[in-house]
Every structure is written in C-alpha cells, then in structure tokens.
C-alpha cells in the first residue's frame, strides 16, 4: 500500500498544474488515493486467478523428488480443442432435432437400443411386443434419414 502511495505521489509530481488554481496538497492527495484505491481493487479481482493458481509443467509433481515432471504425466491430448467443441455442437444439434421429430416411444427405444439391447430386451423393458420396437426402429431410420442432407445419406 506504501508503496501505491508513493507511486501516487510521483504521478502528483508529475502532473500538478498550478495554473489548475487547485492546491499541490489537495491534487496530491486525490492522486495517491486513486492510486491507493485502485491497487485495492485490482488485487481482489478474479481476473488473474487461473494465472496465479496454476501448475508450472516443468517442476516434479507434489510429493516428489524425481526427474518426472507435470508434463511428462499429462496425457497428450488426441485431438485438437476446435474438433472437440464442433463435434459437441453438432451432437447437441442432432439430439434436439432427434427430440423434436421422435415420439416419446421411439425416442426410449432408440435410447435402449443405443445401449446395445436387443429387440427382445427393449419390448421386455417397455412393456410392448417385440414386432412393435422392430417397427419403431423401422419409423425411427426412416425419420432421422429424412433429416440427413442429400449428401450425407450416400
């Protein structure tokens, strides 16, 4: 805080105009309290908690005393970031347009069957016979190809 102060100081120093008509006591004290302010504010402030708070990659991991470093146990990532956020995107698309244009039957059966259940299994789990899961998978293909564009279905 000290030293905001004396930095607010300077900053009077440097800027007082007397031609302001203010005194130099008044302007200076109004400059280091900014100043003093300020820091206090930017001190409490989130914006720089992830950069504070994080792990350099080049020491050993906590507890150890080896020549293993952070970045030799964290796993290369498989792909890149862009990919994983599109595929999600276009995965949140796809469940909202299944949801609109599936009954809630076909929707539980396609649920079921994306489990890996067998037709058997769904029928048993749903209460309905197996020819009627048979025939909403059948409405369930039919619908979801409508949906694919032209190019997609080849």
């Known amino acids: 805080?000290?030293?905001e102060g004396?930095?607010?100081l300077y900053n009077a120093v440097r800027d007082f105009d007397p031609t302001n008509g203010a005194s130099f006591r008044a302007f200076a004290d109004l400059c280091v309290t900014r100043q003093v302010l300020t820091a206090i504010k930017t001190a409490t402030r989130l914006k720089?908690?992830?950069l504070n708070?994080?792990?350099?990659l080049?020491?050993?991991p906590d507890g150890e005393d080896s020549?293993?470093?952070v970045a030799d146990i964290v796993p290369e990532p498989d792909s890149d970031p862009l990919d994983h956020v599109i595929?999600?995107?276009?995965l949140r698309r796809l469940h909202r347009t299944v949801n609109e244009i599936l009954s809630d039957l076909e929707a539980d059966v396609l649920r079921l069957y994306v489990e890996g259940r067998s037709y058997e299994e769904i029928a048993e789990s749903l209460g309905r016979r197996t020819k009627s899961i048979d025939n909403a998978?059948?409405?369930i293909k039919r619908k979801v190809e409508h949906q694919l564009p032209v190019n997609a279905r080849a």
């Open 67 to 69: 020549d293993r470093t």
């Open 6 to 8: 004396m930095i607010g």
């Open 53 to 56: 708070m994080s792990v350099s």
């Open 137 to 139: 998978l059948q409405r």
């Open 87 to 90: 595929e999600n995107d276009s």
């Open 48 to 50: 720089h908690t992830l």
């Open 1 to 3: 805080v000290v030293q």
């Open 58 to 60: 080049d020491r050993p």
